[in-house]
């Protein structure tokens, strides 16, 4: 059984810095291309940013460019999200995601590519 485990979501202020972490469980994680999504209240789920599975390409929404790091660990099966200089709308649940692709630096741009999804981490923003 497939589990995506988020952490180091919390409460910071506007210009902090915070670090996420997804420790995925039940299979090959370096084979799996990973992602960050995030859902604010009364909004749809968004996009935020991918990585392949040799970490060769990367894709981010033009909401975080800049600001946001995506970055994984094949040794530790851990994927990470530094995200910079937040801004109150970054306020959000914060989602992991997997997808197994057999391209290793093919790395999808919408949600619906992925199938596998953690339960959530909190990020809020305060101004």
């Known amino acids: 059984q497939v589990q995506l485990v988020e952490s180091g979501g919390g409460l910071v202020q506007t210009g902090d810095s915070l670090r996420l972490s997804c420790a995925p469980s039940?299979?090959?994680?370096?084979?799996?291309?990973m992602a960050w999504c995030r859902q604010a209240p009364g909004k749809e789920r968004e996009f935020v940013a991918a990585?392949?599975?040799?970490?060769?390409?990367?894709y981010y929404s033009d909401s975080v460019k800049g600001r946001f790091t995506i970055s994984r660990d094949n040794a530790k099966n851990t994927v990470y999200l530094q995200m910079n200089s937040l801004k109150p709308e970054d306020t959000a649940v914060y989602y992991c995601?997997?997808?197994?692709?057999?391209?290793?630096?093919?790395?999808?741009?919408?949600?619906?590519?992925?199938?596998?999804w953690g339960q959530g981490t909190q990020v809020t923003v305060s101004s």
């Open positions: 990585i392949s599975r040799s970490a060769g390409s990367t």
């Open positions: 039940g299979l090959t994680f370096s084979i799996y291309a």
């Open positions: 995601a997997a997808t197994l692709t057999l391209n290793s630096d093919y790395v999808p741009h919408s949600p619906t590519g992925f199938g596998s």
